[in-house]
């Protein structure tokens, strides 16, 4: 029987004890276990994880060399089991991306984020289910079947990347992997009552993240804490010669304000609060305890002001044009004869669209279309062309914001908490959970959720959002404002 | 702008996604229903933001060199067949089979 209390201790705290060989090397891993095994199997189970290998984690402890005084700082994440979303390429387990058309399939090669993962001495025993190639915001969208939420089986989790969310905010790992292209980490972190963060733009490597729209993708880290997020973040980040689109700018030391204790630990910090994050038709509810948050970071010294991101309305028209023409092109690869699933049809042609008509759910169909009719001959001016104009005068909203002095931005992460499951039929309202958080995206800012208080029982998700590469700050504020809501953020 | 059904006939051929009727109709609703929420950007003042939307924007670029991916696997492990250093992949069922044992596995 192993000691599921450790997951109640923090991934840091747990690792130092495994590298110093105060807890078995595989202590860890078997609470994890356990964990999965009594919250997702089953038809009263999460469904939160598609893909175990407990195996292949523990064949890992035996080259890792842990447990004889390993210095942390080689092994900053000895023995902590990570969970994985399924559009990261892993070896031992198949890369799904949550969809038919590439059921079973096997990387022959891996992730950046997971030899990073791994060579710091994290184990891998999971893949977690998504909205299929991380097309939703509910993770509903699914080929295996949805992901619940774990504090109300009748609601979402969240998407795309539901299934780490739910693992994590289950217990069963205290860190897993999602990927963002709109909001999908930090829309289900709020909604599960966790820390969610997505990195700037070229922060961390996205060789082996299934691509969706390259334009806006990231690998994303979900924790149960602050800290432990910081501390995956900390181990993922960094340029890669195998992603061009990764930056050569210092990776900071996320997690250097996670002991300030200090009366005032963000003196000197500008919080700037967009007003058109607070609409009137915001929950007051929700209005109260964004208030609360404001106020217990000025309490902690710093200066909150009022500002303004005018574009703000126009992220989910722009977004829902950048992310479907992107992903029409980037999914034209799955034809039946380099992946997974095929489906003989008449001829080439009608093998390819055998293929992809059964290989592709109904979202999937949806956004296919709609991003090849706006990149086609007579609209690509009218919808791709504009919205990437806009785009830019969505991105030049948070640079005039930044340059005047404002170190931080505080938003609310989602319009709502957690919907109930099957509860929105029309894919435009769908969209509009991401409304808070594509415009991160859109601009390639750092932006991370974190939990701030509850509503009917259910979490609340506050948004930070930074400059470019400037995730070190956020994380300061993240810090503080955690330890000053303390049980509040949960209650 | 509406969608017709032609239209959503066109660029599903376009995609190479093969359509029954019934989804054509409902495809036809559903992408009116969220291009209409995109009309809003034909009224916004874009200035001088209407570059090209090609430009790289200071985004640095890398050499134009083969960059080879280290496979954990030998290709042939993964491949459904090889010849001279390229993939071979499943023949087209309606193409028949071939004499030649060559050609097995081409398509």
Redesign the interface.
Same mark, same amino acid.
């Not at chain 2, 985004?59 to 890398?62: A, D």
């Given at each position: 029987m192993s000691d599921v209390s450790l997951l109640s201790r923090s991934a840091a705290d747990v690792a130092a004890d495994i590298a110093a060989g105060r807890l078995a090397t595989d202590a860890a891993l078997n609470a994890s276990l356990q964990a999965y095994a009594a919250t997702d199997a089953g038809p009263s189970g999460l469904n939160a994880v598609l893909y175990s290998d407990a195996d292949s984690a523990r064949a890992s402890l035996q080259s890792l060399s842990l447990g004889n005084g390993t210095s942390t700082d080689a092994r900053p994440l000895a023995g902590i089991p990570v969970a994985i979303k399924d559009n990261i390429a892993t070896l031992s387990m198949p890369t799904s991306c949550g969809s038919k058309i590439l059921d079973g399939y096997v990387s022959p090669f891996e992730a950046t984020v997971i030899a990073k993962l791994r060579a710091a001495g994290a184990l891998m025993p999971m893949k977690t289910n998504m909205d299929e190639f991380a097309m939703g915001s509910s993770t509903e969208n699914s080929a295996f079947g949805a992901t619940k939420h774990p504090m109300d089986h009748t609601r979402v989790p969240g998407g795309s990347s539901g299934g780490s969310a739910a693992v994590v905010a289950a217990g069963v790992t205290r860190i897993a992997l999602g990927s963002e292209t709109g909001g999908s980490v930090r829309q289900p972190a709020a909604f599960c009552g966790i820390v969610g963060v997505k990195p700037t733009y070229g922060r961390v490597s996205r060789h082996g993240l299934v691509a969706f729209a390259s334009s806006l993708d990231q690998v994303g880290v979900f924790g149960q804490t602050v800290d432990d997020a910081a501390l995956g973040l900390q181990v993922i980040a960094g340029a890669d010669a195998l992603d061009s689109t990764t930056v050569d700018v210092p990776v900071s030391d996320y997690r250097a304000s996670r002991d300030n204790a200090a009366a005032q630990p963000l003196a000197g910090v500008v919080v700037g609060r967009p007003v058109e994050y607070f609409p009137d038709s915001l929950d007051p509810r929700m209005r109260e305890l964004l208030d609360r948050s404001a106020d217990r970071l000025r309490a902690l010294g710093a200066e909150v002001r009022d500002v303004s991101l005018p574009h703000t309305a126009l992220a989910i028209p722009v977004y829902y044009i950048v992310a479907p023409a992107e992903a029409s092109s980037n999914l034209a690869r799955f034809d039946g004869v380099r992946y997974g699933l095929r489906v003989e049809g008449d001829g080439l042609r009608g093998m390819y669209e055998a293929t992809r008509s059964q290989g592709f759910g109904p979202e999937v169909t949806r956004r296919i279309l709609l991003g090849t009719y706006v990149l086609s001959a007579g609209y690509y001016d009218a919808y791709y062309k504009r919205a990437m104009a806009v785009r830019r005068l969505i991105a030049a909203d948070f640079t005039k914001v930044f340059a005047s002095g404002v170190h931080v931005l505080l938003t609310p992460t989602t319009p709502t908490t957690a919907f109930k499951a099957g509860s929105k039929t029309d894919p435009y309202e769908m969209y509009m959970s991401d409304i808070f958080t594509a415009t991160a995206n859109l601009a390639g800012v750092p932006a991370m959720s974190q939990p701030i208080g509850r509503i009917d029982g259910l979490p609340v998700g506050g948004q930070l959002l930074a400059s470019h590469f400037d995730e070190a700050t956020m994380f300061r504020v993240a810090y503080a404002l955690e330890r000053a809501l303390g049980s509040e953020a949960h209650a | 702008?509406a969608?017709s059904e032609e239209?959503?006939r +066109?660029? @599903?051929a376009?995609?190479?996604? *093969? !359509?029954s009727q019934p989804q054509v109709a409902s !495809?036809v609703g559903?992408?009116n *229903?969220?291009?209409e +929420?995109?009309d809003? !950007?034909?009224q916004?003042d874009?200035g001088s933001?209407?570059?090209d939307?090609d430009a790289t924007h200071g985004?640095?670029?890398?050499d134009d060199v083969p960059?080879p991916? @280290?496979? +954990?696997?030998p290709?042939e492990?993964?491949a459904p067949g090889m010849r001279d250093g390229f993939f071979l992949?499943?023949r087209?069922?309606?193409h028949g089979s071939t004499d030649s044992a060559d050609d097995e596995g081409e *398509?």
């Open positions: - | 702008m969608v239209d959503v +066109h660029v @599903a376009l995609a190479r996604l *093969g !359509l !495809l559903e992408l *229903g969220i291009l +929420h995109m809003v !950007l034909q916004v874009i933001a209407s570059l939307p985004m640095r670029m890398r960059n991916i @280290a496979l +954990h696997r290709r492990a993964f992949v499943p087209l069922s309606t *398509g």
